[in-house]
């Protein structure tokens, strides 16, 4: 047993005094740099914000009744006393989307008017803006 602890405790006090130099630890990042970040592929995706606004001016425009952004509904908020119903974000690929939007008119006819608006995302978009406000859209792109 005082054979088996003497090695033991030999072992441990050269494994102590002399630790493993870096050449021999593989790694696939470099062990002198803490701020290494392994490479990722790119994220080409663009973000979106969408901002959907009713025109508190007009009077016979009830309000925006639901919006599609590429087939998908946007669940609208009531107003509120800016006018505001709803800011989204999203993050897609650079490409050509459909926007529709339908609106309700209190007076004139058809009492409901559906709109369409095809907006395209360049590739070097890092933010497409999209505001709509009753029968108008307007896009802006930030590089």
Known sequence: MK??????SLFLSIFYFHPIPNGMITTDYPLDNPYYVPDRPVDTRARVEIVIQDDLNDENVDSIQEVYFN???LNLRKTDF???RGRFYLRI???TYEVKWTIRS???WPTVETYRENVTVPRNAK?????INQASIQTD???
């Open 93 to 95: 690929s650079p490409g």
């Open 127 to 131: 933010l497409f803006y999209i505001q």
């Open 71 to 73: 087939n998908e509904k």
């Open 82 to 84: 800016l006018g505001n």
């Open 141 to 143: 792109t930030i590089q």
């Open 3 to 8: 054979i088996k602890l003497l090695a033991l």
């Open 106 to 108: 209190k007076t004139d």
